[in-house]
């Protein structure tokens, strides 16, 4: 088991930032990928990003490219998502996830998922 807790949502302007953070716990190891996903109220839950555990390699979504990034700390077992540049179209509930399959864009090839935390964009 793999437990996920996120925290670092809140409200933002248009333009501003906001750096997302999921603790892991549990049996971490037996993950490949880390992600990131959202879902807006009325829509589907959409990739965000993603990391591989090892070796490191990120993914990130056309939409959000260029303005957030993914990254972890392995002596924290946290993984972060930095936000740039928000939009209001960036308005969600985001949640991370973890998976022990290569399938690091689909949903549900995800094993574990946190709580969520709601990021709100205002223009």
Same mark, same amino acid.
């Given at each position: 088991q793999v437990q996920l807790v996120e925290s670092g949502g809140g409200l933002v302007q248009a333009g501003g930032s906001l750096r997302? #953070?999921?603790?892991?716990s549990g049996r971490t190891f037996s #993950?490949? +990928?880390?992600? *990131? +996903?959202? @879902?807006? &109220? =009325?829509? $589907?839950? $959409?990739f965000v990003a993603? !990391?591989?555990? #090892? &070796?490191? !390699?990120?993914y990130c979504a056309d939409s959000v490219k260029g303005r957030f990034t993914i990254s972890r700390d392995n002596a924290k077992n946290t993984v972060y998502l930095q936000m740039n540049s928000l939009r209001p179209e960036d308005t969600a509930v985001y949640y991370c996830a973890a998976s022990h399959s290569y399938y690091y864009s689909s949903a549900t090839h995800y094993?574990? *998922? =946190? @709580? =969520?935390?709601q990021v709100t964009v205002s223009s």
């Open positions: 997302l #953070s999921c603790a892991a #993950s490949i +990928f880390m992600a *990131w +996903f959202r @879902q807006a &109220p =009325g829509k $589907e839950r $959409e993603a !990391i591989r555990w #090892s &070796p490191t !390699i990120t094993n574990y *998922w =946190g @709580q =969520g935390t």
